[in-house]
């Protein structure tokens, strides 16, 4: 497990409105959306499960929409403009790739997830990360149990992927050396720090299965690219897990946002050159060739 500062488990975070168009009465003065008030009390340190024993946990955010758009009009001094038009800013800037205003929006976690989760989650580097250290604390003897409903073969097409869903006796065999193995790592474990062994060296018998836990603060722009690259069907469905979760969150936070990302981004389809030129042939009704046909299902595959 990596050496990050020791766990504090903080429960008074403070969390800042940026909207002064919001009032206190759970609904938006002029159309009616929900306010923060309604989203806190849905939201606000509320632990969405995930996985068999890990969640989702939001404990501090800063911004709305109203955030990006008072950003973005800073640029040329102009003055609050209406819902709708506020509503066209958001979604030009994202659709054109102005991001930095989406930088003004940051949202902090706390999260538990499985180390080799945790593994693939610290790739997205442009987070700040806080993590319970296993040289301080004598860790949580808690190991991911998968569902036999997601316990797959190997994909013949792809090195990194799942493929059919293995039959009931062979995921009944998994589970059983899986549980006989996290048996023999716990008692490993604790035998280790019963001889009085070092608890940065006691750990190491411990699978990346291991729960761990964490802080994670990210601003919008970046978390939008994290959820694009997770939500993906190709994501190993562990970490989708926890993507879909502060998904929930961040759509209820940011609507108007999560539109133009869902628009433009997540499902939306970014062509290459060769591929814009395929699209103008068949406008055009020209023949195309069979490797032609070809490459164009593979931009909507």
């Not at 009085?196 to 699978?207: C, G, K, Q, T």
């Amino acid at each position: 497990m990596d050496d990050f500062s020791i766990f504090v488990d903080n429960q008074s975070n403070s969390f800042i409105h940026m909207n002064d168009e919001l009032t206190t009465e759970g609904s938006d003065k002029y159309t009616g959306r929900p306010t923060n008030l309604q989203f806190e009390r849905k939201f606000f340190n509320k632990k969405i499960d995930c996985l068999d024993k890990g969640f989702v946990r939001l404990v501090d955010y800063m911004g709305t929409d109203a955030s990006i758009v008072q950003a973005a009009r800073v640029s040329y001094g102009d003055g609050t403009k209406t819902v709708r038009e506020d509503k066209k800013l958001i979604d030009y800037l994202w659709k054109n790739e102005h991001l930095s205003p989406f930088e003004m929006v940051s949202l902090k976690f706390h999260c538990k997830m499985p180390i080799f989760v945790a593994r693939q989650w610290v790739r997205h580097r442009t987070a700040k990360i806080n993590e319970i250290s296993g040289r301080y604390s004598i860790l949580s003897e808690e190991f991911y149990v998968p569902d036999k409903n997601n316990i797959n073969s190997q994909c013949k097409d792809n090195k990194q992927g799942r493929g059919e869903i293995l039959s009931e006796v062979d995921a009944s065999n998994f589970l059983h050396h899986l549980n006989n193995s996290y048996e023999q790592n716990k008692i490993a474990y604790e035998l280790a720090l019963e001889d009085n062994v070092a608890r940065e060296l006691a750990r190491i018998s411990l699978p990346v299965s291991t729960y761990t836990e964490w802080y994670w603060k990210i601003d919008l722009r970046n978390l939008l690219h994290f959820l694009k690259l997770r939500l993906d069907s190709h994501a190993q469905y562990e970490i989708r897990v926890y993507a879909e979760a502060m998904a929930t969150i961040v759509k209820a936070l940011v609507p108007y946002t999560w539109e133009s990302f869902e628009e433009h981004t997540l499902y939306g389809t970014h062509l290459s050159r060769s591929q814009s030129n395929l699209i103008k042939k068949l406008m055009y009704s020209e023949e195309l060739t069979q490797e032609e046909k070809d490459k164009l299902k593979m931009i909507f595959k």
